[in-house]
């Protein structure tokens, strides 16, 4: 008969060692590989209102980036942090095999993410006051309208990024690959639709990025409905349904919503403190000349890039942690973490080398100007540098999520981005 120290003695096999390493590392690079996908299918939908837009003039340019800044910091921002309990207890109630719990989880992030939205916008609304207090009023006008459209990229946008790290915490990646590769496309046609075909202007790329933002959710839900990825689990683990029904009275949602937002308002915090600290980088460069300040932009827009190959990794190792310590295999996650430890410092090898081999290039192409290029190709050593140190503080950022201790990260972002730096 089998007991309960059963795998841990035969994980101690020498034979296997290389076996499980060559799992989890597959693990990693298959989960992995997905995320980065999403990362920069998702990261690339912005971009369409700044191309299509900066052709109509500098105030609609300013206004855009300006609107797009503020939607990322009030609202899409804090539902990625607030997303982040669900990456944690869903990965969890996974590896218990409780299907009913996961899916609470997703019911009450969403709920979460719906009673955030309406301060969110009400704050977008009346924008237009505090907005003249810090651009020019052309400007101000332009964000405001900007932000009340956006509103209607509220829903769509909340469904998606809360049932993507559902699917995500299942171990299922395909359908927002799937969706996003739908949308991205889509996204571009509908902004030379209304921006150009129909004359639109400047409204037409908050209309066409919230429609886009419609069809993600809308995309996401349609899986989550028709397909139904829990009941097809459960339905291979008879043990699983008889113990959720017993358990079903157990389950109030009321009992559930400490332990959610105890991982959820970290988690926010820590998002907050990594977005608000380019941010400030930006508008600090800006008081002090439009060269210094178009050079921040051109490092802030490549380091972004390249971080999204390490924000990867540590989602991948929140729920690949998360998923172990549910089935209570302790030292199985603590091989992933050093597995996922090992790939965080290769990844940001890779990156250093990129970013100092390519400086030159990537400055020609993103300005004509002289003196920027100079000051890209000056500073982007160090901006390399410190890919080692990202990748290795996203890599523990992801440890402790999976290990639920949001909480501690929290306070180290809060700590080390404005105190430290």
Same mark, same amino acid.
């Given at each position: 008969m089998a007991r309960e120290t059963t795998p841990l003695l035969e994980d101690d096999g020498p034979p296997a060692a290389g076996n499980r390493v060559a799992e989890e590392a597959l693990t990693l690079v298959r989960s992995s590989t997905s995320l980065v996908l999403v990362s920069y299918l998702q990261f690339s939908l912005p971009f369409a209102g700044l191309l299509f837009v900066g052709r109509l003039g500098i105030d609609e340019l300013g206004a855009v980036s300006l609107g797009a800044s503020i939607a990322n910091i009030t609202a899409y921002?804090? /539902?990625?942090?607030?997303?982040?309990?669900?990456?944690?207890?869903?990965?969890?109630? /996974? @590896?218990?095999?409780?299907?009913?719990?996961?899916?609470?989880?997703?019911?009450?992030?969403?709920?979460?993410?719906?009673? $955030?939205?309406?301060?969110?916008?009400?704050?977008?609304?009346?924008?237009?006051?505090?907005?003249?207090?810090? #651009?020019?009023?052309?400007?101000?006008?332009?964000?405001?309208?900007?932000?009340?459209?956006?509103?209607?990229?509220?829903? @769509?946008?909340? $469904?998606?990024?809360?049932?993507?790290?559902?699917? =995500?915490? =299942? @171990? $299922?990646?395909?359908?927002?690959? $799937?969706?996003?590769?739908?949308?991205?496309?889509?996204?571009?046609?509908?902004?030379?639709?209304?921006? /150009?075909?129909?004359?639109? @202007?400047?409204?037409?790329?908050?209309?066409?990025?919230?429609?886009?933002?419609?069809?993600?959710?809308?995309?996401?839900?349609?899986?989550?409905?028709?397909?139904?990825?829990?009941?097809?689990?459960s339905d291979d683990d008879d043990d699983s349904a008889s113990s959720s029904s017993s358990s079903n009275s157990m389950l109030r949602a009321g009992a559930h919503w400490p332990r959610l937002l105890r991982l959820a308002l970290p988690g926010s915090i820590t998002v907050l403190a990594e977005y608000l600290t380019f941010e400030l980088l930006t508008v600090g460069a800006g008081k002090l000349d439009a060269t210094r300040l178009a050079a921040q932009s051109v490092l802030n827009g490549t380091v972004a890039v390249a971080l999204q190959l390490t924000f990867a990794i540590a989602s991948a190792t929140t729920l690949r942690v998360a998923t172990l310590m549910g089935q209570t295999r302790p030292r199985r996650a603590r091989l992933h973490m050093r597995v996922a430890l090992m790939t965080a410092v290769a990844v940001g090898l890779l990156n250093l080398s990129v970013l100092l081999t390519g400086r030159y290039?990537?400055?020609?192409?993103?300005?004509?100007?002289?003196?920027?290029?100079?000051? #890209?190709?000056?500073?982007?050593?160090?901006?390399?540098?410190?890919?080692?140190?990202?990748?290795?503080?996203?890599?523990?950022?992801?440890?402790?999520?999976?290990?639920?201790?949001?909480?501690t990260a929290g306070l180290l972002s809060l700590v080390c981005h404005y105190t430290v730096s």
């Open positions: 921002g804090i /539902y990625q942090g607030l997303c982040s309990g669900l990456d944690t207890l869903g990965a969890l109630a /996974y @590896g218990l095999r409780r299907w009913d719990l996961a899916t609470l989880y997703l019911k009450l992030t969403l709920m979460l993410l719906t009673l $955030v939205s309406l301060p969110v916008g009400l704050g977008w609304w009346h924008s237009q006051a505090i907005l003249r207090t810090l #651009v020019s009023p052309n400007i101000a006008a332009l964000t405001s309208q900007y932000l009340r459209v956006s509103l209607l990229s509220l829903p @769509g946008h909340a $469904v998606f990024e809360a049932g993507k790290r559902f699917l =995500q915490s =299942q @171990g $299922v990646f395909h359908p927002p690959i $799937v969706v996003l590769c739908c949308a991205v496309p889509v996204n571009l046609a509908l902004h030379w639709w209304f921006v /150009y075909r129909l004359q639109w @202007g400047f409204i037409g790329a908050p209309v066409s990025a919230a429609l886009s933002d419609t069809m993600l959710g809308a995309g996401l839900l349609a899986h989550a409905t028709y397909l139904r990825p829990i009941s097809r689990c290039w990537i400055s020609r192409q993103l300005s004509t100007s002289v003196e920027v290029q100079t000051l #890209v190709v000056r500073t982007m050593p160090l901006c390399a540098i410190m890919q080692i140190v990202y990748a290795t503080a996203e890599w523990a950022n992801g440890v402790m999520k999976g290990l639920q201790m949001q909480q």
